[in-house]
Each structure stands twice: as C-alpha cells, then as structure tokens.
C-alpha cells in the first residue's frame, strides 16, 4: 500500500466496514470499500467477545480490498468503541513555590497530576464496585478492570483565583485546572490489537468512534456551539460533547439498534437476521412479509411493528438523553444522529421530548451531507458510512501516527495508548508512576511568635524527579517512541524545619557582659523564654511556641538578672505614716547599691564588663525627722557664734512619735505617728540646739551681745547675725 492512500476499519457490532481513501485536491477520493457482516454474535455491544470469529471477517473484507485494487495492505487506522467508555471530570490545584511566571513544565505537572487523581478516582471506584458484586456472589468473583487513559480535555484554568484562558506565560502562585479525562478499558483495546495482530496489519492510527465521527460531521464553523453528537450502532450509542472548538466529553449508552431488532424476533419470532432486516425496511415499506421460526410466511403492517418497538424506542430516547445532560449540564444547542440506528421512524420525535430540544434542532446526517468526499461506499446505509469515513479522514489529518507503542519505564515493559504523539508523561501515567513525586513537596515549616512578632522558618524545597530518555535527562512533554527507555527517579521531599531559639533572636540582642556583686562573679546575658520556661539558646524551637526573650541593658537589669527578683523590688518603696494626725506618703528604696570605690550607684547607668558593685538592705529608711521638716519648708539659717560659722533651723522643733520625743535624726518607718511644734529662733533655742548649757551661775556673769549690741536670751536671731558671749569674772 502506497503513503498515500489510507485504509480504515469501523469494526461495529453487526457490521465490519472497510474504507480505502486518498487526498485530492478538493477533500478526499473514495478508492475502494468493502463491507462484512458478522454471521455469529461474535460482538456485543460494540465489544469483541470472539477474537477469531471477528478476525476472520476482518481478514476477509481486507482479502477482498487487496484483490479489487491489487494493493497490499499494512497499517489500518482503527478505532475503540464500548460500553465501558468512562469519563471523569477533575479539578486540582498546584502551588508554586513562589509567584513568578508560568513555564511549559509547570503546566504538564498541574495537568498530569490533575489526570493521575482522575485515574485513581475511576480505579477507586472499580474495585468498590467489583467488591460489592465478590460479596453478592462469591462464586462469580471477578477482578477490577484495567484502564487506558487515552487523552483529555481542559474545561477552565484559574490562576490565583480568577479565570484565564490559558497560563503559560502568566505570572502567579496557584494554578488550578477543571479538565475531563477519558479512559478505555485495557480489555477492548487488547481485543482489537488481537484481531488487527491476526491478519498481519500494523495500527497506523487509533481513536475513538465519536472523536473521528465528530471530525467530518461537525463542520469548522459549528466548533464553537455547544453541540451533542449521537451515533446509535448496533450495540451502543456513542455520545460526543462538543464545546468552544474541542470535545469536552464522552459517553457511551449500552442501548442501541440491537435492543430494537431483539423486541421485533421476540414478538413476531423471527430469527435475528430476518428481525434485522425487518428493521432496515421500516424506512421504505409499508407491508412487510417475512417468514417466522416455525416457517410460517406472514405479512406485517409498518405500523404494527412501530408499535411494537415503541416502548425499547422510548428507552433509548430516554437513556441517551440522559446521559447528555449528565455529561453538559444543561440541553445542548443542537444534538446530531449519525449510524444506521438514527434512521429508525419515530426517533427525533421521541428524543425532542425527553430532552426539551425543539425537533428542528435535531439533525440526522449521512454520507450525502460530506461535499469534500468523493465516491461511495456501497453495501450499507449512508448514515453508517461517516464513522468509516471519519476514522480514514482523521488518520490523514493527524500528524502524529504512532498512537499505540511498547516503550520500557523503570525496566517494566509498557503498552502505550494515546490519541496524540505519546510522551513522556502519558508514559509514567501507563505505569502507575506516583505523579506527587515529580515534584515533592518542600518541608514543613517552623513558626512562633517573638516578643509578639511572627516568626517563620522554612523548611528545604526537596529535590525534583529526574527524568532519563535512551539514558540522556529530558522532560516530561518529550515525545516518545516504540522501544524507548524512560528512567524515572522520583524526587526527594523536603527536610522539615530545625531551628534553635538563638536562629530566630536578632544578633545584636544576644549580649553578655560579666560583672561582680560583693565581691562575686556573674554572668549577665540575654534571658529567652519559650513558652514560659528559661531556655538556653541552643534549645530546640518548638513549633508554634510562644518566645520571649530580655536584652539586659543596665545595673537594674542585671540585678533583677542575679538576684532574681522582680524589677519593682529595685523601685522606690511607700512608706506611710501620719504628720500631726494627718497622713502622709514617702518612698524610698529598699537597696543601698554602691561601687567599690563607695560612690553612689544610679540603677538607670548602663552596664558594662568588669563593673564591681556593693549592695546591702536597708534596715531603716533613710527618710529622717529633719528631711521632713525641710519638705515642710523649715529653712536653715546661717550665722556666725563667737567666729564660728554655724547653721541652725529657722524655727526650733519639738517632735513626739508614737508618744515619745525624738531628735531630728530620728529615721521614719512605716506606720509612724508624728507629732511636731515649733516656735521663733531665739538665742536661748540657738543655744538649747547646738548643745550649749548654761548653768544658772554662768547666767549671772554671762554677757551676750548680738551684732555688738548687749542683748538677752529671749532675743530673736536672724541669718547671718554675729553672736558673741562673754563671762565677766
């Protein structure tokens, strides 16, 4: 057989077509075409259940074609129908790493991720269901079917929530996809490898029955309508779902023109054959004779056989409608039968009713409506003539004709189906490959709060897969080939998150400074808490702790440090007392701090290493009488006594407290009840508080003069007076 002509096979439940074409100018040439019609249920419901029955018409029809044209044909183009066709709708989302631009490899591992769930979504639910059948009838135990995943198509991309036609160059963080995957059971297309295997062809291309129907029957300009496409064969109706150019779903319906022909052999007893071509001459007859089992001639009304299928017609309707709105949501805008079944009377009508179609948007097309397609194909009727025709039509306009190839994944030989040039990715989803190792995920992370700041540490990003093809790297949309060698490494997750308490606390703030107090040495460092409890540096972060953490900055802070004392302790404290039955509030501190020098230590100084300091308790207050009578505003006055400079309160103070007189330099305590008075300086009050007695013999010969002038002892004294006293002997 020459490149240029292509032989195609549409392998139906009660007839085998064969179709050789060639392109022209306008469209395509009908060469040559031969039909087949199955003499034994060799087929059923559009699955072969006898290889060799089925491949021996195949070979056949293939004999006859070689001998009309007197070429040798090699390759077929086939395709795969059944009942067990299963389409998944699947959503998934894929978080980058961080937001940057989209790449081609991004986008492959959203979408065969999103396509490895779906997979194991319809296994999942296989082997539920095979369960459930093993615990019914434990004699008739069977196993899960095996699945072909053979293409899919993408409904909806987000990208950071919105809506976006496509991503590949867009720029983001979280990609999602909504994509419908189709698969095939392994078992239909083994079977037709089987048959194709027997009479010495080779697969030139595979598809599914309603992708190549669709192909030529929807024209370039309805692509974008929302349109169904129904093919009724003999034992199933194929469904395709047509949306913005590309098909968005598939299904298959086990009722078909079978169900029909077996109600008219069971209720007139015909045998099949003669039911079936009972049905074919609805279209054309209004009397029918035919002859029954028992040999009996008898003659039929059109209307009496209408009748008859009425109830399985409206199964059909019912069931295919059904099916439509499962898989589009909602009635399409318009719905087209194709196969030998949708020429049976009564079917639009039926069908608009189930579906709330208006009947002019329900089309029935047949070979008449192909204008780029010359030449016939003879022995059957038209409408069963497009899915040939569309398989042949496809094959020429696919680039890619190695659909279904053998290549080897991790030394594991695998068979290969896809309806496009296979790669790399429709490999490793073939073998079972767990797609999350491509790119595993990175570890997990580490947060806590610090001083009431969130802190995160992140775990490594891990390691992505490595991919070998014929032992050199390369990626997941390689295409690849029949014998090809994939080695697929799966890519190493992310250590999580170890962090110590001094990753996460801010250089600057871990300080040390050593300092002495009475004489012994400590350690004065940054303080951390995790959750509450003293930790060293070097302990583990836990996650979601809660870290506090003191950076000690002054004398205050290292004493609270090392005495372990709370910070008010080193504050001023309140002393409370009464003043001449009033009461009254004083503070003080509790510590005496010094240097070792014996000066005066600020708590607010800065620390610094090598600082030496003496601290002691207070027994007392340092509050005496005397700093209370100052606060009460009693003045010193200074004045000179007989040439001595001295100074002496302005008022001279009788003080009780608690009933007891005191001196001046009495130190207050808490609770305290004072009581004081006062009277005007004189020079007697001078004398009486500087200590200077005078006995009753020296008043006799005692002179006191004040600023030169002879005076006595109730006189007043002011500021800077000169006092002078002289004893006359």
Known sequence: ???????????????????????????????????????T?????????????????VAELKNELEAKTELKLKKVAIAAAGRALKTVTQTNSLELDKSRYIEEEDLKNLELTTIKQAQDKIHKSEKNTVRMKNNNNQKQAKEAVDYHFVGYTVRNYQLDGMNLGHLLGQRGKIMEVELVATFLPRIVIDSLLAVINRVDLEVEHLTLEP????????????????????????????????KKGSISGYAMVPIAGDEITEIISNKFLVDYNNAEKLKCNLLNKEKLELKTILGDQIELEKEEVLAAIETELDRLSTAIAESILEINSQPPQAVIFIGGGSLTPGLKEKFASK???????????????????????????TTQTLTPLGIAVLTRETDNKAVFIEVEVNKEQITLLTLTQPTIADALLAANIELKQLNPRPGMGITATVNGNLKTVKGELGSPAKILLNQEESKLQAAVNNGDQISFK???????????????????????????LNETKNVIETQVFQNDKLVTLDTELIDGAEIKYTVPQTIKDALVQIMEVPAADFGKQKIEYSFNGQPETITDSKYFITTDAGKIVELDQ?????????????????????????????????????????????????????????????????????????RTLTIAGVFEYINYNISEKMKNKMEILLNGKVVDLKTKIKAEDKLKVKLNI
């Open 1 to 39: 057989m020459t490149e240029e002509i292509t032989f195609a096979l549409d392998i139906g439940t009660r007839t085998i077509v064969g179709v050789l074409i060639r392109k022209t100018e306008n469209g395509y040439q009908i060469i040559d075409s031969a039909v087949r019609e199955h003499q």
């Open 41 to 57: 249920r060799a087929m059923l419901d559009g699955q072969i259940h006898n290889v060799a029955k089925v491949a021996e018409a």
């Open 211 to 242: 992708i190549a129907a669709s192909h030529i029957v929807i024209p370039e300009s309805m692509s974008n309508f929302n349109l169904a496409l129904v093919d009724i064969g003999a034992g199933t109706s194929d469904i395709a779902i047509t």
């Open 355 to 381: 579906i709330d179609i208006i009947e002019n948007r329900i089309g029935i097309r047949k070979r008449e409506d192909l204008e780029n397609i010359e030449g016939e194909i003879t022995g059957v009727n």
């Open 490 to 516: 799966p890519g190493l997750a992310g250590k999580d998150a170890e962090a110590k308490i001094k990753d996460l606390i801010p250089e600057s703030d871990l300080v040390d400074y050593t300092i002495y």
């Open 606 to 678: 800065f620390l610094k290493t090598g600082l030496k300091l003496l601290i002691k308790n207070k027994a007392k207050s340092d509050f005496t009488i005397k700093d209370l009578l100052k606060k009460k505003g009693n003045q010193e006055i200074h004045f000179y006594f007989n040439g001595s400079r001295l100074s002496v309160p302005d008022q001279i103070w009788s003080v009780e407290v608690n009933g007891e007189k005191v001196e001046l330099d009495y130190q207050i305590e808490a609770g305290d009840q004072i009581r004081a008075f006062s």
